[in-house]
C-alpha cells in the first residue's frame, strides 16, 4: 500500500521569532519584583520606554532616570538589564571589544551621569541572571565569583540573599 499523504506543510524550517523587546520588559519586571519583595519596598518599576528616556528626552535633572529600573532614590545602584543574547559566549570575558563589554560600558556612563554605582543584570535563556558589580561594591560577603577586570561577576541571587540593606542603600 503507498501512502499519498503530503507531509511537506508540517515541516517548517522557520524558527518562531522572538520578540525581543517584550522578552526585555519581561525580565526588567521581573528584576524590578526580585527588588520590590527583597527590599520591602514597592518603589522599583521599569523605566518608561526605555532605558535611554533620560538621554533622548529633554526632561529637568529631578525628572531624569538612568538605567532600565526606577530605583529609591537612596539606592547605590544604576541598573542595567539584559536578556537573551545567547550569542555572548564565555570567551566574550577576555574580549574587550565584545557586546558583554558594550553592555558594561553603557552601564557605566548612565551610572556617572546620576552617580551611582554600576550594576549589569544579565540572564541567558534558561539560565540563572549574573550580576555584574565593581570589585570593591561587595565587602567579601558574596564568596563565589569570578573577576573580570575591576568587576565582580556574581549570581544576582546570592545578591538578594546574602546582602543586607546597607549593601543596597546610601545612609
Known amino acids: 500500500m503507498i501512502d499519498d499523504y503530503d507531509l511537506t506543510k508540517l515541516k517548517t524550517d522557520k524558527k518562531k521569532r522572538t520578540n525581543s523587546k517584550a522578552k526585555g520588559s519581561r525580565f526588567e519586571r521581573k528584576i524590578a519584583s526580585l527588588l520590590n519583595n527583597r527590599l520591602n519596598t514597592k518603589e522599583f518599576s521599569r523605566t518608561p520606554g526605555s532605558g535611554a528616556f533620560a538621554t533622548t528626552h529633554t526632561l529637568p535633572d529631578y525628572l531624569k532616570i538612568y538605567g532600565d529600573l526606577i ?35 553603557q552601564c557605566e556612563k548612565d551610572s556617572l551621569k546620576c552617580s551611582k554605582e554600576p550594576m549589569l543584570l544579565m540572564q541567558q535563556d534558561r539560565q540563572p541572571t549574573l550580576a555584574f558589580i565593581k570589585r570593591n561594591m561587595d565587602e567579601g560577603k558574596i564568596k563565589n565569583y569570578a573577576i573580570l577586570g575591576e568587576y565582580k561577576m556574581v549570581l544576582f541571587d546570592d545578591l538578594l540573599e546574602i546582602w543586607d540593606d546597607s549593601d543596597w542603600f546610601t545612609p
Open 71 to 105: 530605583a529609591p532614590s537612596k539606592f547605590k545602584y544604576c541598573i542595567e538589564c539584559k536578556k537573551g543574547y545567547k550569542n555572548i559566549k564565555i570567551n566574550n570575558i577576555l574580549d574587550y571589544s565584545s557586546q558583554l563589554w558594550k553592555f558594561i560600558e
